[in-house]
């Protein structure tokens, strides 16, 4: 992809991991009273509220003319991607903590480079391939200390299920938008993919049979202010940032630098959670860094 500005499309998919860190160190403590299921509709929702004034703002109407296909693609992302990808991942965050979901997470790149490969015929360079690799050993590397005996969930096989299928919801949704990112606005995007999670929440909601309690879990005053700002900065923010990225480069190296967002979440726990930042977790970040250059720059 083409741009202005040299690695654009770079610079704008390792910030994203920066922002999303963020705001899965705000949704860890949100999780603890509000349901997976609540928290996806309500991050949304504010992203969805949010975004009409910001497509005003860049001049873009709510409304392309746009073939039914493509309205019928980005609602298919969304709703794989956003509806059940998002859900399965805080599903997973609950029950696994950080530690286990950052190892689990690591399938995000496999999937979409295979994706990308069978789909949309791109390619890595060997270089791109030894820094994506780089990226996934760091996550792997900073996390499967952090999970002893004792905090293994009682059922970590589904956990991890939900994790794996998280994944591969995420990226699967990526992968259909990609071909339409070089032609369409990111945040017209962006609108069309969160009506189609939204409209696939709304269905899963609709046959649950808890759906009064999931929702009222939203209530609760104590993590009101987690709740709001990583919904702000998850699915606002770092979603623009996100398809921004992914329009300017492949999405095979977005994914790998979006990767590095599971090494950020343990700086910014360590800054607002108080949990601290060992050595093993320094060396991490710094092979991460490393894996995130080679990823950017050997194209």
């Not at 603890?32 to 609540?38: G, I, Q, S």
């Not at 760091?138 to 969930?153: C, I, K, Y």
């Not at 060992?278 to 970040?285: L, S």
Request: aromatic share 12%; proline share 3%; with cysteine.
């Amino acid at each position: 992809m083409h741009s202005a500005f040299p690695f654009i499309g770079e610079t704008l998919s390792l910030l994203t991991a920066v922002v999303w860190a963020l705001a899965v160190t705000l949704f860890r403590k949100s999780g603890e009273t509000v349901h997976p299921l609540a928290l996806n509709v309500f991050k949304n929702s504010l992203a969805l509220v949010l975004l009409v004034p910001t497509i005003w703002l860049f001049g873009q109407t709510l409304w392309l003319q746009a073939p039914a296909k493509i309205y019928a693609v980005l609602f298919l992302s969304g709703a794989i991607g956003i509806g059940i990808g998002d859900t399965l991942f805080f599903q997973s965050l609950n029950r696994l903590g950080a530690g286990l979901t950052g190892i689990v997470v690591c399938m995000y790149s496999p999937f979409i480079i295979t994706f990308s490969y069978v789909w949309l015929h791109e390619s890595l360079s060997l270089l791109q391939l030894i820094g994506a690799f780089l990226i996934i050993f760091a996550v792997l590397f900073t996390t499967v200390h952090q999970t002893s005996r004792d905090d293994m969930p009682t059922q970590p096989f589904l956990a991890i299920v939900y994790g794996v299928l998280a994944s591969a919801a995420m990226a699967g949704g990526v992968v259909l938008m990609k071909p339409l990112l070089g032609t369409y606005p990111v945040v017209w995007v962006a609108e069309i993919r969160l009506i189609g999670g939204m409209v696939a929440l709304a269905i899963i909601l609709l046959i649950h049979s808890g759906r009064k309690r999931i929702m009222a879990s939203l209530t609760s005053a104590s993590n009101r202010g987690y709740t709001l700002s990583g919904s702000l900065l998850g699915a606002y923010v770092s979603m623009i940032l996100w398809i921004a990225g992914m329009k300017y480069t492949q999405a095979s190296t977005a994914s790998a630098l979006n990767q590095t967002s599971t090494v950020f979440i343990f700086i910014f726990a360590g800054l607002l959670l108080k949990e601290p930042i060992t050595a093993r977790r320094a060396i991490g970040i710094a092979v991460a860094f490393i894996g995130a250059f080679f990823v950017s720059i050997f194209q």
